[in-house]
């Protein structure tokens, strides 16, 4: 962004003493807020007052009050994403970094460096990095994925529940992403607490970052080389096997990107969903009754905080116009969903509930839209629905005022979310999450819970499934026998009447009827 095309945006009178706690005390070189330091502690709040002083397209300063523009609407955020003629991810054209404003060591320019990866390619070099990435994903099973996360969800509630209490961000949603994603790479053996707290070291930019990123790619470059000797069905292999042919270095830099953008993305989007259905009554009442799908309580959190604030960036190719504002050719673009998102001019009631509603901006949109979407879905999903199968009874251990987050550009973090529930036994991690512990050999049940005969009428009574049959239940008051119509035989005397009720509505839910 050039120094004229900010004077057309127009500024505020400076003499003006703006009262304590104004975002305007955030205000630098131009009269343009700054997006760091003081007066930027909130920057929701930040780009509401944004908002209403230029629109939905904004002039802001990085840090060392570098000029970038912010985009807020939801339409325009839109535009430029799909305009990939007016707009790219190459920040080698950023006037900033060619005019020597941005310097080597900026706090964001692991954000902003180019490298030769999908997300800052264009043409066909983009068609064929992105095409070898989004062909890997296909391959991968569904069915399977779901059952990876049953299980680590299982592992991980096993290792707490008996204690009645957890932090379900440091213990949970900060470990079933990369538990997941490592087995889908292909290298479930490198899960464990390092290569989660590595992840966590180098997206938080602590002072061992550097250090952890090492590590992070070495354990990539590890299985680039295995699976490059001895290939198997994993998603490193067929990302290494795709006809787009990548370079070693191509496959462990787009692994590197995969499994950060996955991991960074679904930790966030877990810890939300849970707090959501813990703390909401709109949704945790509706996901007790039946009424509301933790799928559904998803796509709300997607809407209400998406699992990244802002996205790093995209820069004008030509002089352009966006959401009224005059924007030259070399200057940058913050895309922010979580702005575009809560747009009035979509969104007038932020109360309203967006049930059914998939418009949101959370994966973004056009070329560089997020490929693994659907693996974000699916762990959140499973993840919190096999969660709350084991403790539904589990509620927030604090005030929700008293809940800390951290906040960047880029993103908004969950600290902790600690909670409590009754303590529950450990279950079988190959076994479907259940409400009750272990079943007890030993003590064979009192009640087994049948299936409704199928149709015709004259059928005989299906199996009850496996987890059924091991959860003992007490029987429920005999009722007197129905006589059996002409067409149907008599059922033998043995066989206990089906039960109704609570326990029956919970079995029809876990199966999805």
Excluded at 49 to 65: K, M, N, S
Excluded at 88 to 109: A, F, T
Excluded at 454 to 463: G, M, S
């Amino acid at each position: 962004m050039t120094p004229e095309s900010l004077s057309t945006t127009g500024t505020h009178d400076l003499a003006a003493s703006p009262p304590p706690g104004c975002p305007a005390h955030a205000k630098g070189p131009g009269g343009l807020h700054r997006l760091y330091g003081p007066g930027a502690e909130d920057l929701g709040e930040l780009y509401e007052h944004l908002r209403e002083e230029y629109g939905p397209v904004a002039p802001v300063l990085l840090h060392e009050d570098i000029p970038m523009w912010v985009v807020l609407g939801h339409a325009e955020n839109l535009q430029l994403v799909r305009s990939p003629g007016q707009f790219c991810r190459d920040s080698r054209i950023w006037s900033p970094l060619n005019e020597g404003m941005v310097k080597p060591d900026h706090p964001l320019m692991p954000h902003i460096a180019w490298e030769p990866i999908c997300s800052y390619a264009e043409g066909d070099e983009h068609l064929r990095l992105r095409g070898a990435v989004t062909g890997a994903m296909t391959t991968i099973d569904h069915r399977s994925l779901r059952r990876h996360i049953t299980r680590y969800t299982q592992i991980l509630v096993n290792s707490f529940c008996e204690s009645g209490e957890a932090d379900l961000v440091g213990q949970f949603a900060e470990h079933l992403p990369m538990a997941v994603m490592c087995e889908i790479f292909g290298m479930a053996e490198e899960y464990n607490d390092r290569i989660v707290q590595a992840a966590r070291d180098m997206l938080r930019g602590t002072e061992t970052a550097i250090a952890s990123h090492a590590y992070v790619m070495e354990v990539l470059q590890r299985l680039t080389a295995r699976r490059r000797a001895e290939p198997q069905h994993d998603f490193a292999s067929q990302l290494i096997r795709h006809p787009a042919g990548l370079t070693d270095d191509e496959v462990t830099k787009h692994l590197w990107l995969v499994l950060m953008a996955a991991y960074e993305a679904t930790a966030n989007l877990l810890a939300n969903v849970l707090l959501m259905v813990i703390t909401d009554d709109r949704f945790y009442a509706k996901l007790n009754g039946g009424q509301m799908t933790v799928p559904e309580a998803v796509e709300q959190s997607l809407w209400d905080e998406p699992p990244f604030s802002t996205v790093f960036a995209y820069y004008a190719k030509q002089d352009t116009e966006l959401g009224g504002q005059r924007i030259r050719k070399g200057d940058g673009l913050l895309f922010a969903p979580a702005a575009g998102n809560i747009d009035p001019r979509v969104r007038p009631d932020l109360s309203a509930n967006m049930q059914g509603n998939r418009s949101h901006l959370a994966f973004g949109g056009g070329p560089h839209e997020c490929p693994g979407q659907d693996i974000g879905r699916a762990i959140a999903d499973a993840g919190v629905d096999a969660l709350l199968m084991r403790l539904p009874d589990v509620q927030l251990d604090c005030d929700e005022d008293d809940l800390r987050w951290t906040e960047s550009i880029a993103s908004r973090h969950l600290v902790e979310l600690p909670v409590r529930f009754d303590p529950k036994a450990q279950q079988d991690v190959k076994a479907a999450p259940s409400l009750h512990g272990q079943p007890q050999p030993q003590r064979p049940p009192v009640w087994q819970v049948t299936a409704p005969p199928p149709e015709p009428a004259t059928a005989p009574y299906a199996p009850a499934p496996a987890a059924a049959q091991a959860a003992p239940f007490a029987p429920p008051q005999q009722a007197p026998a129905a006589q059996p119509s002409p067409a149907q035989p008599p059922l033998p005397q043995t066989e206990p009447a089906r039960p109704r009720g609570v326990w029956q509505r919970l079995v029809r839910w876990w199966r999805g009827n």
